[in-house]
């Protein structure tokens, strides 16, 4: 099990990047799959992105392909969400999520897949 705390959320205009950042606590993070879901006001909790153990398996929803960018800190115990040309739909609450320790990397866009959730940092996307 590992605690999760994200951070960087914040007020954005329509065009405008954010970064997110995830602190985990826990001796064997570099063997967990970790991902962001956000939940939009009024909606169901949706996937964003994940990224495996070492950073070179990465899937996101097509939604945020080429623009939004996963990426890994093993050192730190860190996950990052790099967040370009948002948009006003995209206003959220972003949740931190992990799932492991794995055996095996697996990259699933279900949240029943993952096991540790963060509190969530709000983003909002001004028109």
């Known amino acids: 099990q590992v605690q999760l705390e994200e951070s960087g959320g914040g007020l954005v205009q329509a065009g405008g990047s954010l970064r997110l950042s995830c602190a985990a606590s826990?001796?064997?993070?570099?063997?967990?799959?970790m991902a962001w879901f956000r939940q939009a006001p009024g909606k169901e909790r949706e996937f964003v992105a994940a990224i495996g153990w070492s950073g070179g398996s990465t899937n996101y929803a097509d939604s945020v392909k080429g623009r939004f960018t996963i990426s890994r800190d093993n050192a730190k115990n860190a996950v990052y969400l790099q967040m370009n040309s948002l948009k006003p739909e995209e206003t959220a609450v972003y949740y931190c999520?992990?799932?492991?320790?794995?055996?095996?990397?697996?990259?699933?866009?279900?949240?029943?897949?993952?096991?540790?959730w963060g509190q969530g940092a709000q983003v909002t996307v001004s028109s």
């Open positions: 826990g001796h064997t993070f570099s063997r967990y799959t």
């Open positions: 999520a992990a799932d492991g320790p794995q055996a095996i990397v697996k990259l699933s866009i279900f949240l029943r897949a993952y096991d540790d």
